[in-house]
């Protein structure tokens, strides 16, 4: 089992930045590879970004790339997503989710466990 917890979301204006936390427990968070995933209404849940288990390799969804930066501290069992330059059509929920394969995956069947969620909204 690994619990998630999202954290970070919020009111943000369009050019702005925000940073979601992620804090996991149950499970050695360093043999997990980890991604971020946002839906917003009435829409499927969509990749945004993916790190495997040391960090040294991440993926990023087309929309967010050069925009976005996943990372991940393996001591505090937190991965991170650095979100900059922030556009009204970032405005979702965004879900953390654990792989336990380790690995990158980029669709939401690669994924295990999620959590609960955290709203952001980018204002024009």
């Known amino acids: 089992q690994v619990q998630l917890v999202e954290s970070g979301g919020g009111l943000v204006q369009a050019g702005g930045s925000l940073r979601l936390s992620c804090a996991a427990s149950?499970?050695?968070?360093?043999?997990?590879?980890m991604g971020w995933f946002r839906q917003a209404p009435g829409k499927d849940r969509k990749f945004v970004a993916a790190?495997?288990?040391?960090?040294?390799?991440?993926y990023y969804g087309d929309s967010v790339t050069g925009r976005f930066s996943i990372s991940r501290d393996n001591a505090k069992n937190t991965v991170y997503l650095q979100m900059n330059s922030l556009k009204p059509e970032d405005t979702a929920v965004y879900y953390c989710?654990?792989?336990?394969?380790?690995?990158?995956?980029?669709?939401?069947?690669?994924?295990?466990?999620w959590g609960q969620g955290t709203q952001v909204t980018v204002s024009s």
């Open positions: 149950g499970r050695t968070f360093s043999s997990i590879g």
């Open positions: 989710a654990a792989d336990l394969f380790a690995d990158v995956g980029i669709k939401v069947s690669d994924y295990h466990y």
């Open positions: 790190i495997n288990w040391s960090g040294g390799t991440a």
